[in-house]
C-alpha cells in the first residue's frame, strides 16, 4: 500500500533502457495513426468515386417512393458490409506475416516465441474497419438527399459530392474518435494532442498553399495552346484541384514524416562515441583513494566521480510536498511519470561543473561555491521540471537523514541520458551536501578489452563491495537490440509508403471519373486520344509535383518539431529517401493517371452519359 514503493520492470528499470525502449514505442504508435490517417484519406476518396456512380440509382429508389433516411440506412449497410469484408483480406496478410515475426523476436530476444492471431485482435480490426468506414462513408452520404427524380430525364447530370461548409461538422465525431485513438495507442494526452493538432494545422496551411496556386496560375498569360487548356481547366476546376493537391500533399507529408523521425531514434539509440567502458557505484567515501591507485596502477583514471547522497523532499515553496495516489484504471505517460515522480526517494550531487552530456537550458549554472550566506541554488533536468511542475525561482527543501536542507532552482538542465554518464535529476551548488553521508558513481573511460578485464578483476579482488557495470557489452547488447528494431521501423516505412501509393491510385482514378465527360468531348471534336491523355497526365503530373514538394517541405518542419518534442531532441537532416518518394511518386502517378485516362477514353460517350 505504500505509494513510495514501485515495481520496475526490464521497460523502466533505468533510465537510459527504459528511455530507448519508449521512444521505439512512440515511433511505432506514430507509424500506426499515421497509417490510419492514410488509410481514411484513401477510403475517402473511393467511397466518393463508390457514392457518385451510385446518383441514378438513388434517383430511381426515389421515384419509387424510397425517403431520403431509407436511401442513406441502405447505403450504409452497403458500406458496413464493404468494411466487414475487407477485415479478410487484412486478416489473412497478417497471418502471412507472423512466421516472419516470431523469427524476428526470436533472434532479439534469443527465447522462442509461438505467435499466433487472437480472435480480439481480428475483432478489434473488424470493428475499427466499420468505424473507419461509417464515419468517413457518413458525410458523403448526405449530398444524396439534394437528388431529384427529374434528373433521370436529363442527358447532362451530376452530383456534387464536393466537401461543403455546413457539412465539416459531420466529420466532428470522427476527428474526436481519431483524437481518444491517438491518446489511447501514444498513451499520452501531450502526444495524442499534438498528433492531431498538428495534422489539423497542416491540413490548412497546405489547402491555403493550394489555393495560392491555382489563384497564381489563374493570372499566368499562355501561348501554347495546350499548356494553355491545362492551366485554364486547373483554375476552372478549383475543388477538384485543391482537393487533389491536399489529398497529395498530406500523404507524401505522412510517408516522409516516418522515415525522418526514424533517422534521429536510430541517431539517439547508438549513442555517442565517448561511451565509458566500466561503470562503478557503491563506492564508499574512503574508497576513492584506494580506487585511484589502482586505476593509476593500469595507466588510466576515473573519468568522471559524482557524489551521491540519499534524501526525501519534503515541501515545494513552503507547502507540504505529499505521494501520489495509486494509478488509475487508465493513466497516461504524464500521469504515470508525474506518479513516480512523487512517490519515489531522491538522490542528490553536486558538482562545479557541468558534464559533458548536460547543458543549461533555462537559467544560470552555479557560478561559485556556498559559503553559507542565504540560500543555496539547486539545478534540476528539465523533463523532471515539467513533469513535478516546478520552475526556476521555486524553493525546494529536502529531508537528509533526519537533516532540513533548503535550495532554490536556479537552473535547468538539459541532460543526455544515453551517454552512460553518471547524471542527477537534481544538484545541488557546491559547499552544502560535502558533510552529508554518502557514496559515490565513476565512470572509466574506454579501455581495450584485455586490459578491462584485467583492471575489473583487480577492483574486485581489492574492493569486493563496489558493483561495477560493463558498458561496453550492455552498449554492443542495446546495438545489437537496435539492428533489430531497425526492421521493424523500415518495414514500418516501407508500408506507409505503400499506402500512401494506394492513396495516389485513389485520387487519380477518382479525377480521372470526374473528368470524364470532358475527356470524351475532346475526342468527339477530333481530338486524338494521345493529345487528350497528355493533356489530363499533364494537369495531375502538375499538381503532384507542387503537392509533393510542399508534403516534403511539411514533412521536415514536423519531423524537426516531433523529434525535439518527443524523441530525445535528435533530428537527422536526410534528402535520400525523401527525394526517392519524390521522384518514384512522379513516376507512379504518371503510370496510374495514363492509365485510368485510358481507360476513359476507350469508352463511348453513350456508354457514359448512361
Same mark, same amino acid.
Do not use: W
Given at each position: 500500500p505504500d505509494p513510495g514503493i514501485d515495481i520496475k520492470t526490464h521497460r523502466n528499470a533505468s533510465e537510459q533502457v527504459g528511455t530507448l525502449l519508449n521512444y521505439l514505442n512512440d515511433y511505432l504508435g506514430l507509424v500506426s495513426l499515421v497509417a490510419l490517417f492514410l488509410c481514411g484519406l484513401g477510403v475517402s476518396f473511393f467511397y466518393r468515386s463508390y457514392i457518385a456512380k451510385r446518383y441514378r440509382d438513388t434517383a430511381v429508389l426515389k421515384s419509387l417512393g424510397f425517403s431520403d433516411s431509407k436511401i442513406l440506412i441502405l447505403y450504409l449497410i452497403q458500406i458496413v458490409i464493404l468494411g466487414l469484408l475487407s477485415t479478410i483480406p487484412a486478416v489473412l496478410g497478417s497471418k502471412a506475416l507472423l512466421p516472419f515475426l516470431g523469427s524476428m523476436t526470436q533472434d532479439l530476444l534469443n527465447i522462442e516465441i509461438h505467435v499466433r492471431l487472437m480472435p480480439s485482435t481480428m475483432g478489434l480490426a473488424a470493428i475499427t474497419s466499420v468505424i473507419l468506414s461509417v464515419l468517413i462513408g457518413w458525410p458523403l452520404l448526405h449530398p444524396l438527399k439534394e437528388i431529384r427524380p427529374n434528373i433521370l430525364l436529363q442527358e447532362h447530370d451530376h452530383l456534387d459530392t464536393r466537401w461543403k461548409k455546413r457539412n465539416l461538422l459531420l466529420y466532428l465525431p470522427a476527428t474526436i474518435i481519431f483524437w481518444f485513438t491517438a491518446m489511447w495507442i501514444s498513451q499520452s494526452y501531450i502526444i495524442g494532442s499534438s498528433f492531431l493538432l498538428a495534422f489539423l494545422a497542416?491540413?490548412?496551411?497546405?489547402?491555403?498553399?493550394?489555393?495560392?496556386?491555382?489563384?497564381?496560375?489563374?493570372?499566368?498569360?499562355?501561348? @501554347?495552346?495546350?499548356?494553355?487548356? &491545362?492551366?485554364?481547366?486547373?483554375?476552372?476546376?478549383?475543388?477538384?484541384?485543391?482537393?487533389?493537391?491536399?489529398?497529395?500533399?498530406?500523404?507524401?507529408?505522412?510517408?516522409?514524416?516516418?522515415?525522418?523521425?526514424?533517422?534521429?531514434?536510430?541517431?539517439?539509440?547508438?549513442?555517442?562515441?565517448?561511451?565509458?567502458?566500466?561503470?562503478?557505484?557503491?563506492?564508499?567515501?574512503?574508497?576513492?583513494?584506494?580506487?585511484?591507485?589502482?586505476?593509476?596502477?593500469?595507466g588510466t583514471a576515473l573519468l568522471q566521480l559524482s557524489p551521491m547522497v540519499r534524501a526525501r523532499l519534503t515541501n515545494i515553496n513552503?507547502?507540504?510536498?505529499?505521494?501520489?495516489?495509486?494509478?488509475?484504471?487508465?493513466?497516461?505517460?504524464?500521469? @504515470?511519470?508525474?506518479?513516480?515522480?512523487?512517490?519515489?526517494?531522491?538522490?542528490?550531487?553536486?558538482?562545479?561543473?557541468?558534464?559533458?552530456?548536460?547543458?543549461?537550458?533555462?537559467?544560470?549554472?552555479?557560478?561559485?561555491?556556498?559559503?553559507? @550566506?542565504?540560500?543555496?541554488?539547486?539545478?534540476?533536468?528539465?523533463?523532471?521540471?515539467?513533469?513535478?511542475?516546478?520552475?526556476?525561482?521555486?524553493?525546494?527543501?529536502?529531508? &537528509?537523514?533526519?537533516?532540513?536542507?533548503?535550495?532554490?532552482?536556479?537552473?535547468i538542465r538539459e541532460i543526455n541520458w544515453t551517454s552512460f554518464e553518471p547524471n542527477f535529476f537534481i544538484q545541488f551548488q557546491p559547499g552544502v551536501l560535502e558533510e552529508a553521508p554518502k557514496t559515490y558513481l565513476a565512470s572509466i573511460p574506454p579501455l581495450e578489452t584485455e586490459k578491462k578485464v584485467i583492471l575489473q578483476n583487480e577492483l574486485v579482488k581489492k574492493l569486493p563491495n563496489i558493483s561495477i557495470i560493463d558498458v561496453t557489452a550492455m552498449v554492443e547488447r542495446i546495438s545489437d537490440m537496435v539492428r533489430q528494431m531497425s526492421l521493424a521501423l523500415t518495414f514500418m516505412a516501407y508500408f506507409s509508403m505503400l499506402?500512401?501509393? &494506394?492513396?495516389?491510385?485513389? &485520387?487519380?482514378?477518382?479525377?480521372?471519373?470526374?473528368?470524364?465527360?470532358?475527356?470524351?468531348?475532346?475526342?468527339?471534336?477530333?481530338t486524338?486520344?494521345?493529345k487528350i491523355s497528355i493533356l489530363f497526365t499533364s494537369e495531375f503530373l502538375f499538381i503532384s509535383i507542387c503537392a509533393s514538394f510542399f508534403g516534403v517541405l511539411f514533412s521536415y518542419i514536423l519531423s524537426f518539431i516531433f523529434s525535439k518534442s518527443f524523441f530525445g531532441n535528435q533530428w537527422i537532416f536526410s534528402l535520400k529517401l525523401p527525394l526517392l518518394v519524390f521522384f518514384s511518386l512522379q513516376l507512379i502517378a504518371f503510370l496510374i493517371v495514363r492509365l485510368s485516362a485510358n481507360q476513359i477514353l476507350k469508352s463511348k460517350y453513350s456508354n457514359v452519359s448512361n
Open positions: 497542416s491540413l490548412v496551411l497546405l489547402s491555403l498553399a493550394g489555393y495560392m496556386i491555382v489563384i497564381f496560375i489563374a493570372r499566368l498569360e499562355i501561348r @501554347n495552346i495546350q499548356l494553355k487548356i &491545362v492551366i485554364r481547366n486547373l483554375a476552372r476546376h478549383k475543388f477538384a484541384t485543391l482537393s487533389c493537391f491536399v489529398s497529395i500533399s498530406l500523404a507524401v507529408l505522412l510517408i516522409n514524416l516516418i522515415p525522418q523521425i526514424q533517422a534521429g531514434i536510430q541517431a539517439q539509440l547508438h549513442g555517442g562515441s565517448s561511451t565509458p567502458s566500466l561503470f562503478l557505484f557503491d563506492i564508499q567515501e574512503d574508497q576513492v583513494k584506494d580506487i585511484n591507485s589502482v586505476l593509476e596502477s593500469k513552503g507547502q507540504p510536498f505529499h505521494k501520489s495516489n495509486d494509478p488509475k484504471i487508465f493513466e497516461s505517460r504524464e500521469q @504515470n511519470q508525474e506518479r513516480r515522480s512523487r512517490n519515489r526517494s531522491y538522490n542528490l550531487s553536486y558538482r562545479e561543473k557541468l558534464a559533458s552530456s548536460e547543458k543549461v537550458k533555462k537559467g544560470k549554472y552555479f557560478s561559485d561555491r556556498f559559503y553559507g @550566506n542565504g540560500i543555496p541554488e539547486i539545478s534540476v533536468e528539465d523533463k523532471f521540471a515539467d513533469r513535478m511542475g516546478i520552475k526556476i525561482g521555486d524553493l525546494l527543501e529536502f529531508d &537528509v537523514q533526519g537533516l532540513d536542507i533548503a535550495g532554490k532552482i536556479t537552473s499506402v500512401g501509393f &494506394v492513396i495516389l491510385y485513389s &485520387v487519380a482514378s477518382h479525377q480521372a471519373f470526374e473528368r470524364r465527360r470532358e475527356m470524351l468531348l475532346l475526342k468527339i471534336l477530333g486524338s486520344v494521345q
